[in-house]
Nanobody, 123 residues
């Protein structure tokens, strides 16, 4: 069993940066992903990282602005978000997958989810 807790969200202005953290307990060596869900919209993939941290993937919407990383010694995964835009406003979720492959961008790939952290970007 894996428990995931996100933190680091908040209210920022357009152009600001935030770093989200995801603390994992239980088995913590799983590949991880970050997703977000805006009001009235479906949950969307943002970024993924494999167990070692050597492989990362990004959605086109955040490529070049967001960076995923992990610190396995601290059982944590991070999402550094730069140049934030009002359209980045959403609840951000981290997730862990038992099996990781070409479907890293799909919600159904992930077995464990955090409760989410709110990010609000004002214009």
């Amino acid at each position: 069993q894996v428990q995931l807790v996100e933190s680091g969200g908040g209210l920022v202005q357009a152009g600001d940066s935030l770093r989200l953290s995801c603390a994992a307990s239980g088995r913590t060596s799983y590949p991880m992903g970050w997703f977000r869900q805006a009001p009235g919209k479906e949950r969307e993939f943002l970024s993924a990282i494999n167990s070692s941290g050597a492989m990362t993937r990004y959605a086109d919407s955040v490529k070049g602005r967001f960076t995923i990383s992990r610190d396995n010694a601290k059982n944590a995964v991070y999402l550094q978000m730069n140049s934030l835009k009002p359209e980045d406003t959403a609840v951000y979720y981290c997730a862990a997958a038992k099996i990781f492959g070409l479907t890293y961008y799909m919600l159904t790939t992930y077995d464990y989810w955090g409760q989410g952290t709110q990010v609000t970007v004002s214009s």
